[in-house]
């Protein structure tokens, strides 16, 4: 059995879900997600715990049940508390700015690149822009903005120039080595 999908979900106080069939709606202080699910997983509400069932032991529902369990485990931190990712901007000259809600990164290149945030997505700087925190309710969308930011200039092995993840190790390579003479 999925040791991960057997797991009930705790409501938080302010959190509240509605089933709807295949469809699950949370809603919390930071806001309202929702996902549909496969429709060979049954879900419900007892007791002030979410609980997803499935109705074999294939091991297509094995995973289908850990999945399930895991994007709403994640949809109900979300409303609660939210997801934060961190970027650090290594580099001379690189930093970050906002401009109004966007996000305005000077990267080494000829001009500034406005990034807007999308919808539900809040940007922070901090040490003088060469700290960005992304945060949101919805974790896949936090997680792909910071990867979207990352692509902008992603860091390389030999000076270590560009943004990386705050928890990413850069391995280093030694360059060249000089001229014999």
Same mark, same amino acid.
């Given at each position: 059995?999925?040791?991960?999908?057997?797991?009930?979900?705790?409501?938080?106080? $302010?959190?509240?879900?509605? +089933?709807?069939? &295949?469809? *699950?709606? /949370? $809603?919390?202080?930071?806001?309202?997600?929702?996902?549909?699910?496969?429709?060979? @997983?049954?879900?419900?509400?007892?007791?002030?715990?979410?609980? /997803?069932?499935?109705?074999?032991? &294939?091991?297509?529902?094995?995973?289908?049940?850990?999945?399930? =369990?895991?994007?709403?485990?994640? @949809?109900?931190? %979300? *409303?609660?508390?939210?997801?934060?990712?961190?970027? @650090?901007? #290594?580099? *001379? %000259? !690189?930093?970050?700015? @906002?401009?109004?809600?966007?996000?305005?990164?000077?990267?080494?290149?000829?001009? #500034? +690149?406005?990034?807007?945030?999308?919808? %539900?997505?809040?940007?922070?700087?901090?040490? =003088?822009? =060469?700290? +960005?925190?992304?945060?949101?309710?919805? $974790? &896949?969308? /936090?997680?792909?903005?910071?990867?979207? +930011?990352? #692509?902008?200039?992603?860091? #390389?092995? !030999?000076?270590? $120039?560009?943004?990386? !993840?705050?928890?990413?190790?850069?391995? =280093?390579?030694?360059?060249?080595?000089?001229?014999?003479?």
């Amino acid at each position: 059995m999925s040791r991960i999908g057997k797991k009930p979900i705790p409501l938080p106080a $302010k959190v509240n879900a509605t +089933i709807n069939k &295949q469809d *699950v709606t /949370v $809603k919390g202080p930071k806001g309202e997600l929702k996902v549909t699910i496969h429709p060979e @997983m049954a879900i419900k509400q007892e007791e002030g715990n979410i609980v /997803v069932e499935r109705p074999t032991d &294939q091991a297509r529902h094995k995973a289908l049940h850990g999945l399930t =369990r895991a994007l709403v485990a994640n @949809m109900v931190t %979300g *409303v609660s508390t939210g997801f934060r990712r961190t970027l @650090m901007i #290594e580099g *001379v %000259g !690189y930093t970050s700015d @906002m401009r109004g809600k966007d996000l305005v990164l000077k990267l080494g290149y000829s001009h #500034e +690149i406005v990034f807007p945030p999308p919808a %539900g997505i809040s940007f922070e700087l901090e040490d =003088r822009g =060469r700290v +960005i925190h992304i945060d949101g309710a919805d $974790k &896949q969308v /936090v997680g792909q903005t910071a990867a979207n +930011i990352r #692509e902008l200039r992603p860091p #390389e092995p !030999y000076k270590g $120039k560009g943004v990386r !993840y705050s928890d990413e190790t850069i391995r =280093r390579k030694a360059g060249k080595a000089g001229k014999a003479k």
